[in-house]
């Protein structure tokens, strides 16, 4: 019996590797007075995450749950400038274009991200965060239940 539960277990945990919970992606792109950021959102994990925090549509949510300040504190302005949906890896994505604006003083290469709108409820979700950098892209951190804040300078 012990042995046919001990197999039941592997196999579940097999099934379970191999189709792993989608991450999210936040992809900032740094211009001289701004960020721009496309938050790329798996649909499956927002439900999760929303079933806490229903009010309102996905635009106003990511907004109670996504911010930036400066790394002295000063709070960004952040706008979102646009919401479609898109598929990746066989997935279906939320992907909002968010816009982020730092205070007056605070220069827009250095900033705070914080964000906790699937890992607030969804505590082994990942989002990931890119930065492009000329033509290229590379990993600037990852965000997991507990830590909702990323130190990020564009040097």
Not at 17 to 30: D, G, M, W, Y
Not at 49 to 66: I, K, Q, S
Not at 81 to 97: C, E, G, N, S, W
């Amino acid at each position: 019996m012990k042995r046919a539960a001990g197999l039941w277990l592997a196999a579940l945990a097999g099934t379970a590797l191999a189709h792993p919970a989608p991450s999210s992606i936040v992809r900032l792109e740094f211009g001289a007075s701004d960020v721009r950021a496309e938050y790329w959102v798996p649909v499956s994990e927002l439900g999760y995450a929303r079933a806490a925090d229903p009010g309102g549509d996905f635009g106003a949510y990511l907004l109670r749950h996504v911010a930036a300040e400066s790394p002295a504190g000063a709070r960004w302005h952040v706008r979102l400038a646009a919401v479609r949906a898109a598929t990746y890896q066989d997935q279906p994505y939320l992907v909002a274009r968010l816009e982020l604006a730092p205070p007056v003083g605070a220069t827009a290469r250095d900033l705070v991200l914080l964000d906790d709108a699937i890992t607030h409820e969804v505590r082994n979700h990942v989002v990931y965060v890119v930065a492009k950098r000329g033509a290229e892209s590379g990993l600037v951190g990852a965000l997991q239940y507990p830590a909702r804040r990323l130190e990020i300078a564009d040097r």
